[in-house]
């Protein structure tokens, strides 16, 4: 099989060029720099300099293919430049999937997210359901909306073999993402307070949904989508099996989103100077009551697909966590101490808001 490849270079893809190498597929993996094509040669696969958004340069390369897979998209919880993100998830997908189609591609998979269906306010959904908000959270949520609603879904219509995936929560080894984010500092010991606990995700690991591609190139319904989520856990519950698997303290205080969105104005505020890590963007404080939950009930039925436990999964990442970075002791081993830092970092983030609050107050 010839396989043709957008977002190689990122977390699913890797993966999953990597098993079409492995399987002896013939791939071709879209890439912006030399430097990206050094690296995808390097696994066994042929590199096309291009760009998503140059229609003309993804011709070549994706003629004679017997799939393709579009994964590239913009991700970017806290961005102070969000123009890239319609432009890259939008009209990069319509010229991607447009161009399939017009050569004659037989099957495209494309890559879509669980977030299309918004916060979904403790419903399990799936394939069918449609999120009625009128509003979105980021704007990763709102253009990948577009690029699943306003692209996918027409071009489906006037019948290009398109087969959408919905991946969930991804989780694993060099996962860029927020869980990412705060798995990192919960293993290096930087995770006494957790923020908002409520928010409620479905876990999948990586080499999961690298094989859910895999599944849905063999057995998918063109026209068809399909959500690869896995167990549906809270963040309090994760960090719970975190301290379990890892052997480290769990957070030893939990604080409700509905506090910390009280200090969105103070996030914003600053992000509009400063480039706040992602953990504590404004985006971050917006998705921490939400639930972005669904069941894989039909991926599994028809594809065969399977999300390994969390427990598992997690581990094996911890496994390569300590690779790579070795933990820190930030805090002491007695508990009573520890609640007492805490309630100090609580503490600040309050009077920070107040004092923002009294200074607006004046003006």
């Not at 099989?1 to 597929?25: Q, S």
């Not at 959904?125 to 609603?149: G, I, N, P, V």
């Not at 669904?294 to 390569?320: H, I, N, S, Y």
């Not at 070795?326 to 007492?340: E, N, T």
């Amino acid at each position: 099989m010839k396989a043709f490849v957008t977002g190689a270079t990122g977390f699913i893809g890797k993966r999953l060029v990597h098993r079409l190498v492995e399987r002896g597929d013939q791939v071709v993996a879209l890439v912006r720099s030399p430097e990206a094509a050094r690296a995808i040669q390097a696994m066994g696969a042929s590199a096309a300099i291009g760009d998503i958004l140059d229609f003309e340069s993804m011709q070549a390369g994706m003629l004679g293919c017997d799939v393709v897979f579009h994964l590239a998209g913009w991700y970017k919880l806290g961005a102070r430049d969000i123009q890239p993100a319609e432009a890259i998830n939008v009209q990069g997908t319509l010229n991607v999937l447009g161009l399939a189609h017009q050569l004659g591609v037989p099957r495209i998979i494309y890559t879509s997210t669980i977030a299309v269906l918004g916060d979904t306010q403790g419903y399990v959904a799936d394939e069918t359901y449609q999120s009625q908000a009128e509003h979105f959270l980021t704007e990763y949520d709102r253009t990948k909306w577009m690029a699943h609603y306003k692209v996918a879904l027409p071009l489906i219509a006037k019948g290009a073999p398109v087969i959408i995936l919905m991946p969930g929560a991804v989780y694993g080894p060099g996962d860029p993402s927020l869980v990412g984010d705060i798995m990192r500092l919960f293993y290096r010991g930087f995770l006494p307070v957790l923020p908002g606990p409520e928010l409620t995700l479905t876990f999948a690991h990586v080499d999961d949904v690298a094989e859910g591609h895999l599944l849905a190139a063999e057995k998918g319904k063109p026209g068809e989508s399909y959500l690869l989520t896995g167990p549906i856990l809270s963040l309090g519950q994760v960090a719970q099996v975190w301290a379990e698997i890892s052997g480290r303290r769990a957070p030893v205080l939990q604080i409700p989103a509905r506090f910390i969105k009280l200090l969105a104005p103070i996030v914003a505020a600053l992000g509009a100077y400063l480039p706040l890590p992602a953990i504590i963007s404004k985006d971050a404080i917006a998705i921490l009551e939400a639930t972005y939950i669904a069941c894989a009930d039909k991926a599994q039925a028809e594809l065969g697909w399977q999300a390994r436990p969390v427990e598992e999964g997690m581990r094996q990442t911890f496994d390569a966590l300590a690779k790579t970075i070795q933990p820190v002791k930030l805090l002491p081993q007695d508990p009573a101490r520890c609640r007492q830092l805490a309630g100090a970092a609580l503490g600040a983030a309050i009077g920070l808001l107040l004092a923002w609050w009294i200074t607006r107050r004046r003006k």
